[in-house]
Each structure stands twice: as structure tokens, then as C-alpha cells.
């Protein structure tokens, strides 16, 4: 029995090479698409720490502003305070100093660390937001209070330890070490 043109045409599928084609497209798509996908998803978790140590860093020129008295007491005053959702000691407490900042409940970043120090008669600052163990993620996120063009920092901020989940140091910047501690020394 002969087959008609037509009732060939319906019984063919795609071939192996056709196949093989596109699995092999869409496994490139995913190559390129899923690591930019998790470099987006990496870039907003860290956007409540910079919007959080922004606010830190207009509470501490405020503090500094409306305070008297002299450079170095100030600087005693605010080097190593840290702001976390946990009451810390009198001694250590930012909110001890500026009671109007606090952390929202669930937040992402639970910790922030202020450093100070002087140059040139003016305090300068670097903040260490340090995500919370129950958010999943590791590394931390920098604010320096001057910008800085160093490679690997975003004016002001630097995510790269986050960013790579701890695994990448990153590099000093305004007035920020790699450890995330404050520094009279500026790295534009």
C-alpha cells in the first residue's frame, strides 16, 4: 500500500539535529540569562542596606551638627556604635545616641556598624551593614561618607563582599578599609 504525500507529511517529526538545535540554544539562553538573573536578585537584596545607611549617615551629620563640644569627644563618641535590632550596651548602642533610627522587623540587614575619624577638622564615616543570619546571605555591604571612584565601589557604596557571598574582599574606598572600618586616609 501506497502512502499519500499528505499522510507522509503528518507521521514526520522533528528530527534529532532539529532537536539537538534547540535544546542547545536554549541552553545557551540560560547560560547567559541565569547568572545575570542572580546578579539583579544579589543587587536588590542590598538595597535596604543603602537606603538604611544613607539614613545612618544623615542621623550622624545631624548628631555631629547640633552637637558642641570638641572633635575628639565626638569622634569617641560615634567610632564602633552599632545599630542592630538587638539593644546593645549603653557604650556601643547607636541608638543610645540618636534614638530616632532603628531597624524595621524582618529587615535583611539586621547590623550596622559605624566607624569615625577625623581629617582636617571634619569627621568622616564609614558604615558596615552585615546581613542577618536568618536572611541567608553572607558578606557585608560598605557606605563610605565621601565618594569614591575606586574600581568595585558605586559612588558611595561597595557590595562586592556581598556580592560574592564573602568570598571577595573588597577593595578600600573613600574613606572605608576592606574590612569595612573607617579610616583617616581617603581613597578617591
Same mark, same amino acid.
Given at each position: 500500500?501506497?502512502?499519500?504525500?499528505?499522510?507522509?507529511?503528518?507521521?514526520?517529526?522533528?528530527?534529532?539535529?532539529?532537536?539537538?538545535?534547540?535544546? /542547545?540554544?536554549?541552553?545557551?539562553?540560560?547560560?547567559?540569562?541565569?547568572?545575570?538573573?542572580?546578579?539583579?536578585?544579589?543587587?536588590?537584596?542590598?538595597?535596604?542596606?543603602?537606603?538604611?545607611?544613607?539614613?545612618?549617615?544623615?542621623?550622624?551629620?545631624?548628631?555631629?551638627?547640633?552637637?558642641?563640644?570638641?572633635?575628639?569627644?565626638?569622634?569617641?563618641?560615634?567610632?564602633?556604635?552599632?545599630?542592630?535590632?538587638?539593644?546593645?550596651?549603653?557604650?556601643?548602642?547607636?541608638?543610645?545616641?540618636?534614638?530616632?533610627?532603628?531597624?524595621?522587623?524582618?529587615?535583611?540587614?539586621?547590623?550596622?556598624?559605624?566607624?569615625?575619624?577625623?581629617?582636617?577638622?571634619?569627621?568622616?564615616?564609614c558604615i558596615k551593614?552585615?546581613?542577618?543570619?536568618?536572611?541567608?546571605?553572607?558578606?557585608?555591604?560598605?557606605?563610605?561618607?565621601?565618594?569614591?571612584?575606586?574600581?568595585?565601589?558605586?559612588?558611595?557604596?561597595?557590595?562586592?563582599n556581598y556580592m560574592?557571598?564573602?568570598?571577595?574582599?573588597?577593595?578600600?574606598?573613600?574613606?572605608?578599609?576592606s574590612a569595612g572600618?573607617?579610616? /583617616?586616609?581617603?581613597?578617591?
Open positions: 500500500m501506497k502512502l499519500s504525500s499528505k499522510q507522509v507529511r503528518t507521521n514526520q517529526g522533528f528530527t534529532l539535529v532539529e532537536l539537538m538545535v534547540v535544546i /542547545a540554544i536554549i541552553g545557551i539562553l540560560a547560560a547567559v540569562g541565569i547568572p545575570k538573573l542572580i546578579l539583579y536578585v544579589k543587587t536588590a537584596e542590598t538595597e535596604e542596606a543603602v537606603e538604611m545607611m544613607g539614613r545612618i549617615n544623615k542621623a550622624l551629620v545631624g548628631y555631629i551638627g547640633s552637637r558642641s563640644g570638641g572633635i575628639t569627644t565626638l569622634i569617641a563618641n560615634l567610632d564602633t556604635r552599632i545599630l542592630s535590632t538587638t539593644a546593645g550596651t549603653a557604650s556601643t548602642d547607636l541608638r543610645k545616641l540618636i534614638p530616632t533610627l532603628s531597624i524595621p522587623a524582618g529587615a535583611r540587614f539586621d547590623s550596622y556598624t559605624v566607624g569615625a575619624k577625623t581629617v582636617n577638622s571634619d569627621i568622616v564615616s551593614a552585615t546581613p542577618s543570619t536568618t536572611s541567608g546571605g553572607t558578606g557585608y555591604v560598605l557606605f563610605s561618607s565621601k565618594i569614591t571612584s575606586v574600581p568595585g565601589w558605586e559612588n558611595f557604596i561597595n557590595r562586592e560574592t557571598a564573602g568570598v571577595t574582599t573588597p577593595t578600600a574606598g573613600g574613606y572605608c578599609t572600618l573607617a579610616t /583617616a586616609t581617603y581613597v578617591p
